[in-house]
DNA sequence: CTCCTGAGTTAGTCTAGGCTAATTAGCGTC
DNA sequence: GACGCTAATTAGCCTAGACTAACTCAGGAG
């Protein structure tokens, strides 16, 4: 329980994984934790009784790991460190929004928090990062909204584009070069789930795709005009 | 001599000392190393032995150390990233200049290079940063100048403050407040060395002072009007 | 009910970069 | 030329955080 000295930058990549694999309820495999993390098991065991022993994760021998109110507090953080950055790279600097993801990494972990502050004023203490992601407050408090994947979107209905979570680049640029971007109105204009094939209009163009990574793209649907076979 | 993987955030930081107190021809001894590092004097003699290794430094045993070639073309590009990022804290997110050196510390090497140029694009290339330092060009070339400590100025004679070199930040803060900043004109109207006093006019006011740092404000002398007894 | 399999843990090693304590090498003094 | 001071080096240890190899346990197949 005793957590006096500053989170150490493992500790942070640890706590960020374990929300973005489980989020503040479900708990994480120590296998999924290494893949994420890119380090092997033993590693992630070893991490994971040091952040028990602060307090920052529940963790039961064999059964995973969850964060506890502590760590989901520091994980969010972190998080909001990690957009602000983000925002700061494309809207101040200029840098493509499918690419600032490493330098963030890397600088949500080295900014102080005077400088973060500043940056934050810098940008105008935007709500939402450039993929579309909320900001956590500086609290740690994150805006809960109800997306779904673009790939669930049942043909005839349409939503705007909230979050772009995919982690391969390449994917990214080339939605962002269809125009599938955060805010972007989308229409699901015919499902065909033998082939895998989707057809959609996006922003008055059609695409046409396979699902591979599309549950990647979170959307909200709109409920005006709905002639979709809706539930 | 073989360096194939990337610096070390330490092995930066040594390089860097190395610099800041013997430049490039000067060698410096270990326990000034430690003493700026603040570390023990075991612990330089080590990181001294790595980097003599990777050619980045000479190291003869008992006689201090020197940058190489290779090792001075690495700590000026530090520098670089180092000042840049000092002139984007103050020149953007309006911090003050007499408190940022230790954020600059931090992120000089979280910065990639991409994120760098970005900022130095943004700032508009300067060639020197806040405390009026030059900032080394991309491939580590630093301009020369002829400078002076301020307690060396002859009475009568006068100058521009050029560099601001202390490390400590109240004192920079009480000069900022005097007036005593990169660009400032000073004038010595009288010296009295037996007392350690020195009465100087900044920009039109008087102040008086010791001596004390006061060799960390370097002014370039000027020769229009030169009334005082100058050799 | 036993056995196999795979996820997880334990044990032991490595590297970077610190540390303290003990030793050595010069250098100045007498 | 011996003495002692101080700077530097050596030796040995510590922590964070990784790793591999070897062991263990729980859950599904038979």
Chains 1, 2 share one sequence.
Do not use: C
Not at 39 to 55: E, I
Not at 64 to 85: C, E, F, N, P, V
Not at 171 to 183: E, N
């Amino acid at each position: 329980m005793a957590r006096a000295r500053p989170l150490t930058r493992s500790e942070q990549d640890y706590l960020k994984a374990l929300f973005s694999l489980g989020g503040l309820e479900q708990s994480v495999t120590v296998s999924a934790l290494a893949t994420r993390l890119a380090v092997s098991a033993p590693s992630v065991t070893n991490m994971l009784s040091r952040l028990a022993a602060s307090g920052l994760v529940r963790h039961a021998p064999r059964a995973g790991a969850r964060l506890t109110a502590s760590g989901a507090k520091q994980a969010l953080l972190i998080l909001r460190r990690h957009r602000i950055l983000e925002t700061f790279l494309v809207r101040v600097l200029g840098l493509d929004w499918s690419e600032v993801h490493e330098d963030a990494e890397v600088l949500e972990h080295a900014v102080s928090d005077r400088v973060l502050d500043a940056l934050d004023r810098l940008i105008e203490h935007p709500r939402e990062d450039p993929h579309g992601h909320p900001i956590p407050d500086p609290r740690g408090r994150l805006a809960r909204r109800s997306l779904s994947p673009l790939a669930a979107l049942p043909s005839g209905a349409s939503g705007t584009v909230r979050e772009i979570r995919d982690r391969d680049r390449g994917r990214m640029a080339r939605w962002k070069q269809a125009g599938l971007v955060p805010g972007a109105r989308v229409r699901m204009r015919a499902v065909q789930p033998i082939d895998d094939v989707f057809e959609l209009d996006v922003n008055g163009h059609t695409m046409v795709t396979g699902s591979e990574g599309l549950d990647g793209v979170l959307v909200e649907r709109s409920r005006e005009r709905s002639h979709g076979r809706r539930a």
